[in-house]
Protein backbone atom coordinates (compact mmCIF):
# COMPACT_ATOMS: atom_id res chain seq x y z
CA UNK A 1 0.00 0.00 0.00
CA UNK A 2 1.64 3.44 -1.10
CA UNK A 3 1.83 5.85 2.06
CA UNK A 4 1.44 9.51 0.91
CA UNK A 5 3.15 12.06 3.20
CA UNK A 6 2.39 15.92 2.98
CA UNK A 7 4.48 18.87 4.04
CA UNK A 8 4.59 20.79 6.27
CA UNK A 9 1.63 19.69 8.62
CA UNK A 10 0.81 23.00 9.03
CA UNK A 11 1.72 26.00 7.26
CA UNK A 12 0.76 29.85 8.05
CA UNK A 13 0.76 32.67 5.15
CA UNK A 14 -0.56 35.66 4.61
CA UNK A 15 -2.91 36.46 2.00
CA UNK A 16 -1.08 37.68 -0.69
CA UNK A 17 1.97 34.91 -0.17
CA UNK A 18 2.83 32.21 -2.26
CA UNK A 19 1.95 28.86 -0.90
CA UNK A 20 4.06 25.75 -1.98
CA UNK A 21 2.53 22.38 -0.45
CA UNK A 22 4.60 19.18 -0.77
CA UNK A 23 3.12 15.52 -1.05
CA UNK A 24 6.08 12.77 -1.25
CA UNK A 25 5.09 8.76 -2.51
CA UNK A 26 6.35 6.19 -0.92
CA UNK A 27 6.73 4.72 -4.02
CA UNK A 28 6.36 5.84 -7.94
CA UNK A 29 2.18 6.66 -8.95
CA UNK A 30 3.52 7.79 -12.16
CA UNK A 31 1.33 11.44 -12.88
CA UNK A 32 -1.95 10.00 -10.90
CA UNK A 33 -1.91 12.21 -8.40
CA UNK A 34 -4.96 15.03 -7.51
CA UNK A 35 -5.34 17.41 -4.64
CA UNK A 36 -8.08 18.68 -2.67
CA UNK A 37 -9.14 21.22 -0.52
CA UNK A 38 -11.36 21.04 2.30
CA UNK A 39 -12.76 23.94 4.54
CA UNK A 40 -14.52 23.62 7.96
CA UNK A 41 -17.85 21.62 8.00
CA UNK A 42 -17.94 21.42 4.39
CA UNK A 43 -17.04 18.36 1.89
CA UNK A 44 -13.73 17.91 -0.06
CA UNK A 45 -13.62 19.76 -3.30
CA UNK A 46 -11.50 18.53 -6.44
CA UNK A 47 -8.55 21.26 -7.18
CA UNK A 48 -6.32 19.35 -9.27
CA UNK A 49 -6.04 15.80 -11.09
CA UNK A 50 -3.22 14.09 -12.65
CA UNK A 51 -0.52 16.03 -11.32
CA UNK A 52 -1.00 19.29 -13.38
CA UNK A 53 -4.55 19.37 -14.45
CA UNK A 54 -7.16 22.35 -12.78
CA UNK A 55 -10.43 20.77 -11.94
CA UNK A 56 -13.65 22.57 -13.67
CA UNK A 57 -13.68 25.87 -11.95
CA UNK A 58 -10.59 26.22 -10.27
CA UNK A 59 -8.84 29.07 -10.63
CA UNK A 60 -5.49 29.45 -12.06
CA UNK A 61 -4.15 30.16 -8.94
CA UNK A 62 -3.86 27.13 -7.94
CA UNK A 63 -1.21 24.74 -10.13
CA UNK A 64 0.36 21.23 -9.55
CA UNK A 65 3.55 19.88 -10.32
CA UNK A 66 5.60 16.54 -10.47
CA UNK A 67 5.14 13.05 -11.04
CA UNK A 68 7.16 9.59 -9.43
CA UNK A 69 6.82 10.27 -5.86
CA UNK A 70 7.06 13.93 -5.58
CA UNK A 71 4.39 16.57 -5.49
CA UNK A 72 3.66 20.04 -5.32
CA UNK A 73 0.99 22.48 -5.32
CA UNK A 74 1.22 25.68 -5.34
CA UNK A 75 -1.11 28.71 -4.56
CA UNK A 76 0.38 31.93 -6.29
CA UNK A 77 -1.14 34.65 -4.41
CA UNK A 78 -2.85 33.08 -1.57
CA UNK A 79 -7.01 34.94 -1.03
CA UNK A 80 -8.86 35.07 2.37
CA UNK A 81 -11.11 31.86 0.88
CA UNK A 82 -8.12 29.42 0.06
CA UNK A 83 -7.14 29.09 3.90
CA UNK A 84 -8.40 25.27 4.63
CA UNK A 85 -6.60 21.94 4.80
CA UNK A 86 -5.33 20.29 1.89
CA UNK A 87 -5.13 16.56 0.77
CA UNK A 88 -3.25 14.67 -2.04
CA UNK A 89 -4.80 11.62 -3.12
CA UNK A 90 -3.19 8.97 -5.71
CA UNK A 91 -5.05 6.43 -7.92
CA UNK A 92 -1.91 4.58 -9.32
CA UNK A 93 -2.22 1.53 -6.95
CA UNK A 94 -4.87 -0.53 -4.95
CA UNK A 95 -6.22 1.12 -2.78
CA UNK A 96 -6.54 4.22 -3.34
CA UNK A 97 -5.04 6.69 -0.76
CA UNK A 98 -5.22 10.17 0.42
CA UNK A 99 -2.20 12.18 2.57
CA UNK A 100 -2.79 12.96 6.03
CA UNK A 101 -3.28 16.80 5.13
CA UNK A 102 -1.89 19.94 5.33
CA UNK A 103 -3.03 22.69 7.14
CA UNK A 104 -2.88 26.24 5.52
CA UNK A 105 -3.51 29.25 8.32
CA UNK A 106 -3.71 32.39 8.25
CA UNK A 107 -0.66 34.19 9.78
CA UNK B 1 -26.14 21.42 -11.08
CA UNK B 2 -24.72 18.37 -9.64
CA UNK B 3 -26.32 17.65 -6.62
CA UNK B 4 -25.81 14.28 -4.06
CA UNK B 5 -27.23 14.43 -0.91
CA UNK B 6 -26.56 11.50 1.75
CA UNK B 7 -28.84 10.45 4.24
CA UNK B 8 -29.18 7.75 6.83
CA UNK B 9 -26.87 8.27 9.14
CA UNK B 10 -26.72 8.27 12.85
CA UNK B 11 -26.23 6.22 16.18
CA UNK B 12 -26.33 2.74 16.22
CA UNK B 13 -24.65 -0.13 18.88
CA UNK B 14 -21.59 -1.86 17.96
CA UNK B 15 -22.43 -4.77 15.91
CA UNK B 16 -25.09 -3.24 14.82
CA UNK B 17 -26.57 -1.86 11.23
CA UNK B 18 -27.22 0.98 8.94
CA UNK B 19 -28.23 2.17 5.25
CA UNK B 20 -26.80 5.13 3.98
CA UNK B 21 -28.28 6.79 0.72
CA UNK B 22 -26.91 9.14 -1.61
CA UNK B 23 -29.62 11.02 -3.99
CA UNK B 24 -28.50 12.06 -7.17
CA UNK B 25 -29.20 14.44 -9.27
CA UNK B 26 -28.22 17.41 -11.95
CA UNK B 27 -26.33 14.51 -13.76
CA UNK B 28 -26.63 11.48 -16.27
CA UNK B 29 -26.53 9.03 -12.84
CA UNK B 30 -26.12 5.92 -14.65
CA UNK B 31 -22.80 6.91 -16.74
CA UNK B 32 -21.06 7.43 -13.76
CA UNK B 33 -18.91 5.30 -11.23
CA UNK B 34 -19.49 6.03 -8.01
CA UNK B 35 -17.78 6.28 -4.52
CA UNK B 36 -18.27 6.06 -0.47
CA UNK B 37 -15.17 8.11 1.22
CA UNK B 38 -15.54 8.37 5.27
CA UNK B 39 -13.73 11.06 7.36
CA UNK B 40 -13.58 9.84 11.31
CA UNK B 41 -13.88 12.85 13.24
CA UNK B 42 -10.61 15.26 13.04
CA UNK B 43 -8.60 13.04 10.91
CA UNK B 44 -8.46 12.59 6.80
CA UNK B 45 -10.30 10.85 4.04
CA UNK B 46 -10.51 7.33 3.58
CA UNK B 47 -11.74 5.77 0.15
CA UNK B 48 -14.27 3.07 1.28
CA UNK B 49 -15.87 1.68 -1.92
CA UNK B 50 -17.43 1.85 -5.06
CA UNK B 51 -19.27 0.60 -7.89
CA UNK B 52 -19.00 0.75 -11.41
CA UNK B 53 -22.19 2.62 -13.68
CA UNK B 54 -24.43 -0.36 -13.99
CA UNK B 55 -23.49 -1.99 -10.51
CA UNK B 56 -22.08 -4.99 -11.84
CA UNK B 57 -18.54 -4.68 -10.37
CA UNK B 58 -17.71 -2.96 -6.91
CA UNK B 59 -15.01 -2.82 -4.76
CA UNK B 60 -13.64 -2.51 -1.27
CA UNK B 61 -11.16 -1.36 0.85
CA UNK B 62 -9.76 -3.82 3.24
CA UNK B 63 -10.96 -2.58 6.80
CA UNK B 64 -15.04 -2.85 5.48
CA UNK B 65 -15.03 -5.93 3.08
CA UNK B 66 -17.01 -8.74 4.17
CA UNK B 67 -19.24 -6.47 6.13
CA UNK B 68 -20.35 -3.36 3.83
CA UNK B 69 -21.83 -3.96 0.47
CA UNK B 70 -21.93 -0.82 -2.08
CA UNK B 71 -25.49 -1.07 -4.86
CA UNK B 72 -27.34 1.64 -6.76
CA UNK B 73 -30.89 1.50 -8.27
CA UNK B 74 -30.34 3.93 -11.42
CA UNK B 75 -34.06 4.20 -12.22
CA UNK B 76 -33.92 6.15 -8.73
CA UNK B 77 -30.45 7.53 -9.14
CA UNK B 78 -29.73 6.53 -5.58
CA UNK B 79 -26.45 5.16 -4.07
CA UNK B 80 -26.42 2.69 -1.25
CA UNK B 81 -23.81 1.90 1.54
CA UNK B 82 -25.20 -1.26 3.92
CA UNK B 83 -23.09 -0.95 6.73
CA UNK B 84 -23.19 -4.69 9.05
CA UNK B 85 -21.06 -5.63 11.82
CA UNK B 86 -20.74 -1.73 12.56
CA UNK B 87 -17.15 -0.80 15.04
CA UNK B 88 -16.72 1.84 16.84
CA UNK B 89 -13.72 2.67 14.38
CA UNK B 90 -16.25 3.39 11.78
CA UNK B 91 -17.34 5.99 13.28
CA UNK B 92 -16.79 9.04 10.49
CA UNK B 93 -19.17 11.48 8.05
CA UNK B 94 -19.66 9.03 4.74
CA UNK B 95 -19.44 10.99 1.53
CA UNK B 96 -20.60 9.57 -1.60
CA UNK B 97 -18.91 11.27 -4.52
CA UNK B 98 -19.04 11.18 -8.35
CA UNK B 99 -16.10 9.64 -10.17
CA UNK B 100 -14.50 12.50 -11.95
CA UNK B 101 -15.22 11.46 -15.48
CA UNK B 102 -17.98 9.81 -17.47
CA UNK B 103 -18.04 6.23 -18.76
CA UNK B 104 -14.99 5.31 -17.01
CA UNK B 105 -13.55 5.02 -13.76
CA UNK B 106 -10.40 7.30 -12.38
CA UNK B 107 -10.93 7.45 -9.06
CA UNK B 108 -10.77 10.67 -8.41
CA UNK B 109 -13.61 12.32 -7.19
CA UNK B 110 -15.42 15.32 -8.64
CA UNK B 111 -18.10 15.76 -7.04
CA UNK B 112 -18.78 15.45 -3.22
CA UNK B 113 -22.14 14.94 -1.17
CA UNK B 114 -22.42 16.98 1.85
CA UNK B 115 -21.58 14.00 4.32
CA UNK B 116 -23.51 12.02 6.84
CA UNK B 117 -22.25 10.87 10.73
CA UNK B 118 -22.48 7.59 11.74
CA UNK B 119 -21.59 7.07 15.28
CA UNK B 120 -20.87 3.69 16.61
CA UNK B 121 -20.83 3.51 20.69
CA UNK B 122 -22.77 2.12 23.28
Known amino acids: EIVLTQSPATLSLSPGERATLSCRAS??????LAWYQQKPGQAPRLLIY???NRATGIPARFSGSGSGTDFTLTISSLEPEDFAVYYCQQRSNWPPGFGQGTRLEIK | EVQLVESGGGLVQPGGSLRLSCAASGFTFSSYWMHWVRQAPGKGLVWVSR????????SYADSVKGRFTISRDNAKNTLYLQMNSLRAEDTAVYYCARDRQEGTVTTNFGYWGQGTLVTVSS
Open chain 1, 27 to 32: QSVSSY
Open chain 2, 51 to 58: INSDGSST
Open chain 1, 50 to 52: DAS
